[in-house]
């Protein structure tokens, strides 16, 4: 690209999206929803209840819409209004498998193979695993494009997919000669919240994929399971230190820190001067009294909203279509570029 090729000049827009496939724990809620929360003070926002994502691996047909719906009420329990942000689930606007159709034909199998995420998750079972579990980063890049979003809140293990939403845009652009068509989407996968890791391991992403639930904190966890869980998790038997260095090469004790840095809003260093010297008897209860004092006012608005699945649903099928007039004169120009026969 030359310095003169024009660049993306719209408006700017949020997007991002979160899997029903399980309950939400620490790091989605730390890692995105907060974020997601904030975004939606200073930007036009779009949250996706990605259905289509959850079924790259299997799904009970029988719990996919309640699990649906109780993401979208993990989302108002949060804080996000649906009144300024777009609340709807994936697979009520057909745009994103249309689109990603059109991406598959030009995203490269070289840029997908290189996908760690898809390497975590088929692990050695490569050759068992679904053709949409591979695929699973171009139908990201449709969701976020479809809708020519600017900005994506993520946690960081979503940063490689967000640069190939960016090549797979770019080269759009290119090979149809329309620059600027497409933005090239910034991920926003900084901050304290950007990479919870698990309880049971400092060198894992906390996930709700994980065979031990002791290894998360799940938003539905009432305050004995917390305090249980902080209780077991991994530590060593030094203190807790007075200077960040001192957290090097202890990754579960730095991850309890930031956790509670995370959760109160103080920086490490304020933590550590709180906390220097203490063993994890006096560390692990206050994180527990912390995590409960955020969590809990979430997950009881989150069973409170649960309790009228009709409105929940009255909000997604409103934000569908509210979602779907932003995407459909894109999809109409996209197909236009395309060369796509129309009467
Ligand atoms: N540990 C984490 N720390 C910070 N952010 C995280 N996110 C996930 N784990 C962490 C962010 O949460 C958002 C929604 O994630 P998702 O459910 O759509 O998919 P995921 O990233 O695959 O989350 P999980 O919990 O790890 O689910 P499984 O185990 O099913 O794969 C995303 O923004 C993600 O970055």
């Not at 699990?67 to 949060?78: G, H, L, N, S, V």
């Not at 190939?164 to 068509?181: H, K, M, S, W, Y």
């Amino acid at each position: 690209m030359t310095d003169d090729t024009p660049t993306y000049s719209g408006p700017e827009r949020v997007f991002s999206g979160v899997q029903p496939t399980g309950d939400l724990h620490l790091g989605n809620y730390l890692g995105a929803l907060v974020k997601f929360v904030a975004m939606q003070e200073s930007h036009d926002c779009i949250f996706c209840v990605v259905d289509l994502h959850a079924i790259t691996v299997p799904q009970d047909p029988g719990q996919l819409a309640s699990k649906t719906r109780e993401i979208a009420a993990a989302f108002m329990a949060a804080g996000i209004d649906p009144e300024r942000a777009i609340i709807f689930a994936q697979s009520a606007v057909p745009a994103h498998v249309e689109l990603a159709w059109y991406f598959n034909c030009i995203a490269r199998m070289g840029w997908l193979e290189r996908m760690t995420q898809f390497k975590d998750k088929a692990g050695k079972d490569r050759e068992r695993a679904s053709v949409g579990l591979f695929d699973y980063p171009v139908l990201q890049a449709a969701d976020i494009l479809a809708y020519k979003a600017t900005h994506v809140p993520v946690g960081e293990d979503q940063k490689q997919h967000l640069e190939l939403t960016r090549d797979i845009a770019d080269r759009f652009n290119r090979d149809f000669a329309v620059p600027g068509f497409f933005p090239l989407p910034d991920p926003l996968a900084e901050g304290p919240g950007a990479r919870i890791m698990s309880l049971k391991d400092g060198s894992k992403k906390m996930s709700k994929s994980d065979l031990s639930d002791l290894s998360r904190i799940n938003l539905i966890d009432d305050a004995d399971t917390i305090s249980k869980k902080l209780r077991k998790a991994k530590t060593d038997p030094a203190p807790i230190p007075d200077t960040a260095e001192g957290l090097e090469g202890r990754p579960e004790v730095d991850n309890l820190v930031n956790i509670y840095a995370t959760l109160s809003g103080l920086e490490t260093g304020q933590v550590l001067e709180r906390f220097a010297g203490e063993g994890f008897g006096v560390f692990k209860p206050a994180l527990a009294e912390l995590a409960v004092e955020k969590l809990s006012p979430v997950t009881q608005k989150m069973r409170e909203l649960m309790d009228d699945p009709g409105e929940i649903d009255r909000i997604l099928a409103e934000g569908a279509a509210k979602a779907e007039a932003i995407a459909t004169p894109v999809m109409e120009e996209v197909r236009q570029i395309m060369g796509f026969w129309r009467a």
